[in-house]
């Protein structure tokens, strides 16, 4: 009998990213995304998307390069927490306990094998609204704002790897996050992996770095769950002069419609029209993805399809460090 | 420390309901809502949506009069079964294993409190299509059917039920279901229950039987996940006379895009045209709609208000058994 | 062979509507339905959706009752107003020139029989988008705002009638309007009417007074050509109650779907989600709908039916003016 | 005082196209947009979408190469049938009446001065259905099929020139049609323009064609008005290996959503997602796109930029027949 599935890691708390350009980051999020400032502090912004029930989704904080800050996941219950932090431990990529931040309480540290900064926590502080955002849809923590074209909660991080199938295999050993989807090239390397803890098809993927480098970010997703969304939102993108790298369109992998764009700072953003398929099969076997069917259908089923620069643009920005196999 | 969530059941794996017009059923499954025809067997019809993974998600059996059948969930694996078998052997309400049916291995049987006939089970087969429906898109079974308005994938059933709180608590304690909202009168009584095993808000429902009957099927629900499908199918049960109930609306509890019909054999079908809101934290505290809220945008967020039939119809029809208190 | 059709009218040019509560009414429609404003003057505000192309749709103008101002209509030339004017002081109901009002030229004004008050003209004012409200797509007037949920365009408007068949067929005989669609009771009276110079079915529609007074005002329609628009404006208008008479759904008549709310000033506001069916026919032939079709389609296809208040509430509200036949 | 508008030609009556693949052409049309067969006959097809209110449409005719066969308009009488003969006998470019074809009455051929063959006629047949597929919603011609993604109505038609101003001229003094928006290139030569004689952007186009050809089809469109319906077409292009050769996206010029597909006979179709802005203004002052603006966000507003081939392929297929200037 195989092994059990471990339903430890539960859900992806927020995402930090970092901007040289604060001011234009916020407008970005704020302004055109539709969300919401819970607190500036120092040299960070807490951000959330109006249906996202804790202090913040998002941490943006100014820094001289664009990428990112750390990830954080949150745990099924406090056992699992202490579970997990031991396996962390022992896989010699722990950092140690941290006492929190606004919005949470003690986190444990941990990187990927490649050095993202990661973060597994239990205690979480939710979002009170004021009395004027107050909904009698009382499954919403908030109304929804009447300013852009609002985002309703943050989706998944995508990270940029030197080694997919090295930090998926972390990810899956130490956390129990489930494949989902892989790209595998025919000299049996990876491209990429879709990685999840929930019903989701991803919380988490990696996709290779096709300059070599470590730690980068690929992007960050918030969901809006209505396809109509991505047309008013690619329409406000064109006249306000931000620009769309891909989409709207419709994924293969994940069969999300989806929509890639720069924030004003440089980091990719994506945005989900709708959740794509959602994974119920506790037995799921990985979809896999090969030159020729990736190609027939993978990354973009329909629409536009990704420039180049997709698989080699990450934030930070970074010269070729090394020559790249098998890309 | 709290006790720790169990993960043991993990996915609504199909649902049979009866019908005293099979013929009627059928085309109304297939024709109208393109689902696709695995195996038609003796008096029973078994069947399953484009993006269903499994032989099927409905079976269709003939009866005198239409109602449900069972309801069969899956465990998250082979030891997760063994240990909820023992718990409902505990319960007083398991009824012992089957060899299974077409589709499925062995399962274990057993009824809620009120009689509802359920299975859970761990082996099941895999729709495998044939050549001319394989599709490109390799995390689709098949091809999308190019007939009617096609469903994607078996969402939810709701249960009418003469004591909601004794059921649901029933599906609680024993199988691990977490209750994600629920309408509470002012006395103190409930009128419904909302439980998932995963992110939906909800795989089972429980509501309130206004005619104090017990074992009632209130409806099953396939999803589209796109919300203009239901303009669609709308347009088209319009056309060929199929009664539309309410809809297309939108829920308060679930937030869901919904339409409600009934199918010529008379059991009452929903569609969902976008998964509403989805629940990914671990500590989620039940959403509590009283009788005041409930009428402020629970049932019904916007679009037509449900009839008082709704609250009524349910399959088998049958007469009014007995007063009934806070209804 | 027959008389062939009068092209002289050209287009529902904008629509005057008084307000008891102009603070309400123009929060209304900038901040949710995201219109601009041209211009605030004396007790006016003149307003206009982002794809409005003259300086004004919408005159607000606060008055002691909510209700129709005027209706103004544009020619399709100067020759065109010019034989209109004559064929309006030949109808009796010819109320002779003004000098205009902000944003347009010398109009003619004159009267429905039921004495709604109407104009037509041909010389207007073209809005001019401010450097910042530029945008990249020319044949958009200016950017799409980022507040509430922004309609596209005016409409239509409609008019409550004492008696249908004469207000019709003044607007077809004197100004070339077409009949498309007309609901005609058993006794051969008429319960409605619609009216277009162009694809749309109608700028203009009749419905009968359930008062049986005169003057009043149905509602106006603001388009916004998108159908999930309407689901987006609905959850707004639930969340800051506004409330909802009925939709969203879909009408027969029209094919448009549709949702009706309440401006704070008390006058009904109709918003389109798509342009229903065109019609491009120039030899169409009136869809006539009797008691029997109109319920089985006609004004509500599917959604929630409207209430009887739809067919009695208008603006200014009356007493019961006369005993009324055929309602 | 300006002249005034010519209102004569009222719509476009059908197209036909033809095929060197009629039975993949028919597939085509039927399968996948759900068109309705009228009738059979010698080498053609008639078809029409399920809200065309005519005989057809489109006429398929078997053929050895793809191509335009002839595009029909119909007049707004049979007055301005007869003067618009006149002004054609007048331009040299008549040809001179036929008998008509099946569906339609005596037609008067001419061609445009590249050649492309059209008829203008009054007298039409409309389609009777059968009883099973009335429906009770009135404007509607037949019930919505439940085969494939059915489109609701012909559009418009795209034609390649060798000259675009010599050829829209032509429609535009001869036929009345007005000019909506154009590309004019820095040279002062026109690479497009878009000509309607109702409410729509454009019931004809002319597109500069790159290979200095004449008289070659660019595209037919037929009309969903819904935007999710590009979605669900692509899915199944793309499941069912038909060609999408850009979108779903939005053009600039239009503001349309819409897709391009080759059917398997070899022509270009796109579809239409919504009407795009719809022009009401009867001094509507021709929208002219530049070299600049045209690639800032005409050609395409947003998603997959067309490719090369857009501007160079047309059916039929031609060798470079001359040194292209401009383009």
């Known amino acids: 009998m195989e092994k059990e599935p471990i339903f430890d890691v539960h859900q992806l708390a927020h995402v930090e990213i970092y901007t040289p350009n604060p001011e234009g980051t916020l407008w970005f999020f704020r302004d055109l995304l539709g969300m919401e400032v819970t607190k500036q502090e120092g040299q960070s912004v807490y951000m959330r998307a109006y249906e996202d029930w804790y202090h913040h989704t998002l941490k943006i904080t100014e820094a001289a390069k664009p990428g990112l800050g750390h990830v954080a996941w949150r745990t099924s219950s406090p056992q699992a927490l202490e579970r997990r932090v031991k396996a962390l431990e022992a896989s010699g990529l722990g950092k140690g306990w941290t006492d929190g931040d606004l919005g949470h309480g003690p986190a444990y540290r941990f990187t990927t094998p490649d050095g993202h900064l990661m973060e597994i926590l239990w205690e979480v502080e939710y979002y009170q609204p004021p009395e004027d955002k107050k ?179 990450g934030t930070p920005e970074v010269e070729e460090t090394a020559p790249v196999s098998g890309d």
């Open 135 to 313: 909904t009698p849809l009382l499954n919403r923590p908030q109304k929804r704002p009447l300013r852009g074209i609002p985002v309703r909660r943050l989706d998944h991080v995508n990270l940029m790897a030197s080694d997919v199938r090295v930090n998926r295999t972390f990810m899956m050993d130490y956390l129990g996050f489930r494949l989902r989807e892989q790209f595998v090239r025919n000299d049996g390397s990876e491209g990429g992996a879709w990685l999840s803890v929930s019903a989701l098809t991803h919380e988490l993927a990696f996709m290779f770095d096709g300059k070599g480098a470590k730690g980068r970010l690929h992007h960050v997703c918030y969901w809006y769950g209505y396809p109509h969304e991505l047309n008013q939102i690619a329409d406000v993108f064109r006249e306000v002069g931000i620009k769309i790298e891909a989409g709207p369109g419709k994924h293969g992998i994940s069969q999300a419609l989806f929509l890639y764009a720069f924030e004003p700072g440089g980091n990719r953003v994506e945005l989900f029209g709708d959740p794509g398929y959602l994974i119920f099969d506790p037995d799921w076997k990985p979809i896999r993805w090969d030159e020729e069917s990736l190609y027939a259908g993978g990354a973009i089923w329909y629409g536009s399809p990704v420039p180049a620069e997709y698989f080699l643009y």
